[in-house]
């Protein structure tokens, strides 16, 4: 297939990119500056900005797959400044990605990437695609961000909102920020401890794409989660284990995380359990399941 790619140089894009060529497919990436980067068998750039009409929206035409994961990182201090670059990259670049699907005359699937702050934050509650939205910033934030993806329906397309929870992978991403505070032996839990993480493997998640862009059958929301979410307690003694560090410190009180976050300390205080009721459904199969496992397989 022929894959339009934004966002397609960043820690998810980027493996992905690469799962995407070695599969056989091609891949057109959307940048603001082509200037120096290497396009090779199979992949080539497109200079523009995701947020801006302008003559890329025309290649978007000639792809049977868009792939759409830009936006502002959320792991950054949430004064409106940050939440308005947060918000603005996310729905501008879709809205722009939809008008180019509109002017297609072929049959698109529009992977959109998303995330699992559409539920808010819960507490024991265990979360599926059918559960109601949260009315937290992040929720409305992804609330805009699928509203504006829906609308490339219109058009004929087929759209996936892919909610994603937090990736773990082997060269950057959150598992490199835990592990530095980790390898120094100041591993401890957050807050309560109890707050639950739902995550994924990025190697699992870039099977789900490849997934999703096979599986013409499903549409709208699907979690991309493992189906075993974690506390952070869990969480905290699996990754211990797998860097051989002790976790036998008294949790950061949570007045302390927001003091020095602000709002954006909920994202690590509070939480949500989420599940992937789609792709267990469909009978998808998870390689990396456990945390335990995910983290044997990117920490040796």
């Given at each position: 297939?022929?894959?339009?790619?934004?966002?397609?140089?960043?820690?998810?894009?980027?493996?992905?990119?690469?799962?995407?060529?070695?599969?056989?497919?091609?891949?057109?990436?959307?940048?603001?500056?082509?200037?120096?980067?290497?396009?090779?068998?199979?992949?080539?750039?497109?200079?523009?900005?995701?947020?801006?009409?302008?003559?890329?929206?025309?290649?978007?035409?000639?792809?049977?797959?868009?792939?759409?994961?830009?936006?502002?990182?959320?792991?950054?201090?949430?004064?409106?400044?940050?939440?308005?670059?947060?918000?603005?990259?996310?729905?501008?670049?879709?809205?722009?990605?939809?008008?180019?699907?509109g002017m297609s005359t072929r049959e698109i699937s529009l992977l959109n990437g998303s995330a699992v702050g559409y539920y808010g934050f819960r507490t024991d509650e265990e979360l599926d695609e059918k559960s109601p939205p949260g009315d937290d910033f992040l929720a409305n934030v992804v609330k805009d961000w699928?509203?504006?993806?829906?609308?490339?329906?219109?058009?004929?397309?087929?759209?996936?909102?892919?909610?994603?929870?937090?990736?773990?992978?082997?060269?950057?991403?959150?598992?490199?920020?835990?592990?530095?505070?980790?390898?120094?032996?100041?591993?401890?839990?957050?807050?309560?401890?109890?707050?639950?993480?739902?995550?994924?493997?990025?190697?699992?998640?870039?099977?789900?794409?490849?997934?999703?862009?096979?599986?013409?059958?499903?549409?709208?929301?699907?979690?991309?989660?493992?189906?075993?979410?974690?506390?952070?307690?869990?969480?905290?003694?699996?990754?211990?284990?797998?860097?051989?560090?002790?976790?036998?410190?008294?949790?950061?009180?949570?007045?302390?995380?927001?003091?020095?976050?602000?709002?954006?300390?909920?994202?690590?205080?509070?939480?949500?359990?989420?599940?992937?009721?789609?792709?267990?459904?469909?009978?998808?199969?998870?390689?990396?399941?456990?945390?335990?496992?995910?983290?044997?397989?990117?920490?040796?």
């Amino acid at each position: 297939m022929k894959v339009f790619m934004t966002g397609g140089t960043g820690f998810l894009g980027a493996a992905l990119t690469e799962r995407l060529l070695t599969e056989g497919h091609s891949v057109t990436i959307l940048t603001r500056s082509a200037e120096n980067r290497d396009p090779g068998p199979g992949l080539t750039y497109c200079e523009g900005n995701p947020t801006r009409s302008g003559p890329w929206q025309k290649e978007v035409s000639g792809h049977d797959v868009v792939i759409n994961l830009a936006g502002a990182s959320i792991f950054r201090t949430w004064n409106e400044k940050n939440k308005k670059a947060i918000h603005s990259s996310r729905v501008l670049s879709t809205r722009k990605l939809v008008e180019a699907i509109g002017m297609s005359t072929r049959e698109i699937s529009l992977l959109n990437g998303s995330a699992v702050g559409y539920y808010g934050f819960r507490t024991d509650e265990e979360l599926d695609e059918k559960s109601p939205p949260g009315d937290d910033f992040l929720a409305n934030v992804v609330k805009d961000w699928e509203a504006e993806a829906v609308r490339a329906k219109e058009a004929g397309a087929r759209v996936v909102f892919c909610r994603m929870g937090v990736i773990l992978g082997r060269d950057g991403g959150a598992l490199s920020k835990m592990v530095s505070v980790f390898k120094w032996g100041l591993g401890s839990p957050l807050g309560s401890g109890a707050q639950w993480f739902s995550w994924i493997s990025l190697h699992d998640l870039v099977n789900i794409f490849l997934y999703l862009m096979e599986d013409q059958t499903i549409t709208g929301p699907v979690n991309c989660t493992s189906p075993h979410p974690v506390t952070n307690r869990e969480l905290t003694k699996a990754l211990g284990k797998a860097l051989h560090r002790p976790t036998v410190l008294p949790p950061v009180p949570a007045f302390i995380i927001r003091g020095v976050l602000g709002e954006f300390s909920d994202v690590f205080v509070r939480g949500q359990k989420v599940m992937p009721g789609k792709l267990l459904a469909k009978g998808f199969v998870f390689e990396f399941p456990e945390i335990e496992e995910a983290f044997v397989h990117l920490l040796n």
